[in-house]
Structure formats: C-alpha cells, structure tokens
C-alpha cells in the first residue's frame, strides 16, 4: 500500500526518477546557476538541503530558499524542504523530507495537510512501515553505496532495504541515494526504485547538465 489516491501516487512516482538534493556547501559554482543546469539536464524533484559547517543561516539561508523554489516553479519542478517545516510554510513549499531524527512525520502531515508532498528517510522495513503509517508520500532508502555527502550516514547497505520493502508489497514511490552515480544507478532501479536521489553527482560535476542528462538516461533505460 501506498498514501493517497491512485492519481496522486502516480504523480509523485513520475516525480522519482532524478531527484537533486542540494545546498550551497554542495555547490561548486552559484547554487542557482547549478540548479538551472540540473533542470536542464532533466531532474524530476529538487530538495533544498542547507546542511552542514558552512551553510547559510538567517536571512542568507531564506533568500536561497526563495530564490532557488523560483527557479523550480519556473520549469514546474516541485520544490521540497529538508527538515524545516516553517520555512516550508513560509515559502508555501511543495514539501517536506524528514529524516528519522527530525520532527514525526505524522506532525509534518498535519501541519502540511493532505495536498502537500511529505518524504521520509528509511534505513529498514519497520521504519519503511512506520513512515507510511504516518503519512508519507515517499521514501528515501539509503545510503546504498559510500558517500561523502553526509557525516552521520547510516551504514551502507546496497539495494538491501529497497528490496526488503518490495518484497513485503509495499507498493510507495521511493528513491534510493547515498552515494549514486550514471555508472551504478541501474542496479538500484532494478531493485526497485523508482528513481535515484543525488547530490553530488550533479553538484559536484564540472557540468552539470551532462551528468543529469547521463543519470537519467542510466534511469530511463532501466524504469
Ligand atoms: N542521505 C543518505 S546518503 C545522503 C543523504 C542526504 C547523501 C547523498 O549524497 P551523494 O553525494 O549523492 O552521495
Ligand atoms: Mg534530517
């Protein structure tokens, strides 16, 4: 089972295929300018993660916020929030993810109410189970292979959890991420997946645009 109508599943399932997570301590060059790119190279989904030493706070942070769900609404990207559910209000976000650390997802819910996009990050079936339970729209499943993205990562795990989960019926939109790339995306849509999150195998790249372009056909061919 998933959350939702028929319809709306669909919807953010057609979203899954190459969703950017980005911030600007990713970014080599100017966040917008990296963005623009990625839409271009054929994301599907982009969420603004702010994390880390050197991320922006206060103002700073807001005004990214704002300027990069501009450019989302411009080529109809929707434009989720990491882990910030009133900046999310603020900004009337598209969503919300929450990691199993952050605030519960039923609250994220009933604060967003029914129309709006809630993810979730997964490590296992219970905590697959329970995120659906409480609402969720999708999950992130992760981190498949090694990363340098995130210091507090669970433990790798390959395309184990994503299987787990199929193989108990659940049928939700999920992506899997942690530390995926145009060479190995394949194996984690053949496990399952309806899609690959990344940051930085486009943020990181010298350009941008060609390394979306090349995920996604990496996804396509196997979707
Ligand atoms: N959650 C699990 S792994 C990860 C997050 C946010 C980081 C993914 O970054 P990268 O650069 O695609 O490995
Ligand atoms: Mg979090």
Known sequence: PANGTAA??????????????????????????VLEQAIAGGITLFQYREKGKQA????????????????????QIPFIVNDDLELALELDADGVHVGQNDEPAEWIRQRLG????????????????????????????????????????????GTEVIQQVRRSGLTIPLVGIGGIHEHNA?????????????????????????????????IAQRL
Do not use: F
Not at 11 to 21: A, E, F, G, H, N
Not at 56 to 75: F, S, T
Not at 125 to 151: C, F
Not at 187 to 214: N, Q
């Open 8 to 33: 709306r599943i669909d919807w953010i399932r057609s979203r899954m295929p190459l969703y950017l997570v980005m911030g600007s301590v990713n970014c080599r060059q100017a966040p917008d300018q």
């Open 56 to 75: 922006l706070c206060g103002q700073e942070y807001v005004e990214l916020a704002r300027r990069l769900q501009d450019i989302c609404h411009k080529h």
């Open 114 to 157: 029914p129309n709006k996009i809630v993810g979730v990050s997964a490590h296992s079936l219970k905590e697959a189970s329970r995120a659906i339970a409480a609402g969720a729209d999708y999950l992130g499943i992760g981190p498949i292979y090694p990363t340098s993205s995130k210091d507090d990562a669970e433990p790798v795990r």
């Open 186 to 218: 394949a194996p984690v849509i053949h496990d399952g997946a309806d899609g690959v999150a990344v940051i930085s195998a486009i943020t990181a790249a010298a350009a941008p645009a060609e390394a979306a372009k090349h995920l996604k056909k990496a």
